[in-house]
């Protein structure tokens, strides 16, 4: 495991935050964010080299990843990203579209002008993150823009398991931009904000569906699991200027 092998730069230890909190979302980030693919097994001694760290906290993130459902003990002791079948993944899009779709509907109410303002800088910002590209920045700036809607809600109780099924997610999320050129064709995120606008929430909830399906469905798809077995997932083009310009904005 090389240190290149996650980036770790947007990830300071803050102020106050203990060793064992940090490693914890360090790692929760690099999985999240697609950094670490299915198969992958991680080393406590490793990820204890690239954060400069003892084993003990590393070990307990390590733990606390795997109760969430982000990683898999093996029956050998290793520590393993795990692998999911299309089936599997099918059932844990569904269920990202039913709470997506709640915490939407949900939030509607108090999306605030300033809210929405929120909304459209951070679609901005992942739109910029596509013109270089920036793989973590597309997907996390993804995450942030949904998180944003669904937390205008002042009590956001279904967050924690939306954030986890992206957790579960996380290992996918590179092979989900490796064809978006084909599958993500108009941006569903200017729909949300535009039913947002209107206040219409059955806009919302369409625009919510089809911004999972669009962006995440296909990774099901048997041929684009098998590229990820063959380890071929550092090598999946990433869509770039050219997909923005083409992108339809409605």
Same mark, same amino acid.
């Given at each position: 495991?090389?240190?290149? $092998?996650?980036?770790?730069?947007?990830?300071?230890?803050?102020?106050?935050?203990?060793?064992?909190?940090?490693?914890?979302?360090?790692?929760?980030?690099?999985?999240?964010?697609?950094?670490?693919?299915?198969?992958?097994?991680?080393?406590?001694?490793?990820?204890?080299?690239?954060?400069?760290?003892?084993?003990?906290?590393?070990?307990?993130?390590?733990?606390?990843?795997?109760?969430?459902?982000?990683?898999?003990?093996?029956?050998?002791?290793?520590?393993?990203?795990? $692998?999911?079948?299309?089936?599997?993944?099918?059932?844990?899009?569904?269920?990202?579209?039913?709470? #997506?779709?709640?915490?939407?509907?949900?939030?509607?109410?108090?999306?605030?002008?300033?809210?929405?303002?929120?909304?459209?800088?951070?679609?901005?910002?992942?739109?910029?993150?596509?013109?270089?590209?920036?793989? #973590?920045?597309?997907?996390?700036?993804?995450?942030?823009?949904?998180?944003?809607?669904?937390?205008?809600?002042?009590?956001?109780?279904?967050?924690?398991?939306?954030?986890?099924?992206?957790?579960?997610?996380?290992?996918?999320?590179?092979?989900?931009?490796?064809?978006?050129?084909?599958?993500?064709?108009? $941006?569903?995120?200017?729909?949300?904000?535009?039913?947002?606008?209107?206040?219409?929430?059955?806009?919302?909830?369409?625009?919510?569906?089809?911004?999972?399906?669009?962006?995440?469905?296909?990774?099901?798809?048997?041929?684009?699991?098998?590229?990820?077995?063959?380890? #071929?997932?550092?090598?999946?083009?990433?869509?770039?200027?050219?997909?923005?310009?083409?992108?339809?904005?409605?």
């Amino acid at each position: 495991m090389s240190k290149n $092998d996650i980036n770790f730069d947007k990830l300071a230890r803050v102020t106050g935050e203990t060793a064992q909190e940090w490693v914890y979302r360090a790692l929760r980030f690099a999985v999240m964010s697609g950094q670490v693919q299915p198969g992958r097994a991680l080393t406590i001694r490793g990820i204890a080299e690239m954060l400069n760290v003892s084993a003990m906290p590393v070990r307990e993130a390590l733990r606390r990843l795997t109760s969430e459902g982000a990683l898999e003990l093996k029956s050998n002791r290793r520590i393993m990203v795990p $692998d999911l079948s299309p089936a599997s993944l099918a059932e844990l899009l569904e269920l990202r579209i039913l709470l #997506e779709v709640h915490a939407a509907e949900r939030a509607l109410p108090y999306v605030t002008p300033d809210k929405l303002r929120e909304l459209n800088q951070l679609n901005d910002e992942q739109n910029r993150a596509f013109e270089d590209p920036q793989p #973590e920045g597309i997907i996390i700036g993804n995450q942030a823009f949904h998180r944003a809607l669904y937390t205008a809600h002042p009590h956001p109780v279904s967050m924690p398991m939306i954030e986890r099924i992206w957790l579960q997610l996380g290992p996918l999320h590179r092979l989900a931009l490796a064809n978006l050129e084909t599958h993500y064709v108009t $941006d569903r995120h200017v729909e949300i904000m535009q039913a947002i606008e209107t206040r219409n929430p059955f806009g919302l909830k369409a625009a919510i569906e089809a911004d999972i399906r669009d962006g995440a469905g296909y990774m099901t798809q048997t041929e684009l699991l098998e590229r990820y077995t063959r380890a #071929e997932a550092g090598n999946l083009a990433l869509p770039g200027k050219e997909y923005m310009k083409r992108l339809v904005k409605k």
